[in-house]
T-cell receptor, first 112, second 112 residues
Framework: GENVEQHPSTLSVQEGDSAVIKCTYS??????FPWYKQELGKRPQLIID?????GEKKDQRIAVTLNKTAKHFSLHITETQPEDSAVYFC???????????FGSGTRLSIRP | DAGITQSPRHKVTETGTPVTLRCHQT?????MYWYRQDPGHGLRLIHY???????DKGEVSDGYSVSRSKTEDFLLTLESATSSQTSVYFC???????????FGDGTRLSIL
């Protein structure tokens, strides 16, 4: 079945530096790739998503890139701040499927 | 925020007792999902529904059953709870898999 692998599982960066989280997917028919942020004790919330007809999407300090040939996509956070500390999940799905496949999550810590 | 209510928010019960968790939505979304979240395992799909009385198994469905008799309600039942089912349970809703899922606030279930 479809699989989404996410790396790294933990990431610690200095405040102000950039953070990058990478995901690979196995189903070449996947065409929708959302990213979720989960703060401690809270529910996962969508922060950005990208569809297969674009290669990059930005929203202020966060951006997502997609490489369909290599079947991987990445989340980039620039100028990291303490409030960026959370667990981030990538996911992938294809049109007509009933469910989204989630990656295993990355715990991002921002060092002051 | 999407109108999703999970109840109860916290529950402590004993091994062998039946437990039912409720997810209620006011968005009229077709798809509803139950996930469990445990340290080191990310979000794992238990069961999902793609319409009234239409449900299917996820990756960790053993020991769980679901029912959806109305569009707005999706019930998760543990027929005979075991300690391995101690977890945080999240409900999510979506219009289809190519659109964002929105999560409820979760139910923390402890089985002693």
């Amino acid at each position: 079945g479809e699989n989404v692998e996410q790396h790294p599982s933990t990431l610690s960066v200095q405040e102000g530096d950039s953070a990058v989280i990478k995901c690979t997917y196995s189903d070449s028919a996947s065409n929708y790739f959302p990213w979720y942020k989960q703060e401690l004790g809270k529910r996962p919330q969508l922060i950005i998503d990208i569809r297969s007809n674009v290669g990059e999407k930005k929203d202020q300090r966060i951006a997502v890139t997609l490489n369909k040939t290599a079947k991987h996509f990445s989340l980039h956070i620039t100028e990291t701040q303490p409030e960026d500390s959370a667990v981030y999940f990538c996911a992938a799905s294809r049109k007509g499927a009933s469910k989204i496949i989630f990656g295993s999550g990355t715990r991002l810590s921002i060092r002051p | 925020d999407a109108g999703i209510t999970q109840s109860p928010r916290h529950k402590v019960t004993e091994t062998g007792t039946p437990v039912t968790l409720r997810c209620h939505q006011t968005e009229n979304h077709r798809y509803m999902y139950w996930y469990r979240q445990d340290p080191g395992h990310g979000l794992r799909l238990i069961h999902y529904s793609y319409g009234v009385k239409d449900t299917d198994k996820g990756e960790v469905s053993d020991g769980y059953s679901v029912s959806r008799s109305k569009t707005e309600d999706f019930l998760l039942t543990l027929e005979s709870a075991t300690s391995s089912q101690t977890s945080v349970y999240f409900c999510a809703i979506g219009t289809d898999s190519n659109q964002p899922q929105h999560f409820g606030d979760g139910t923390r279930l402890s089985i002693l």
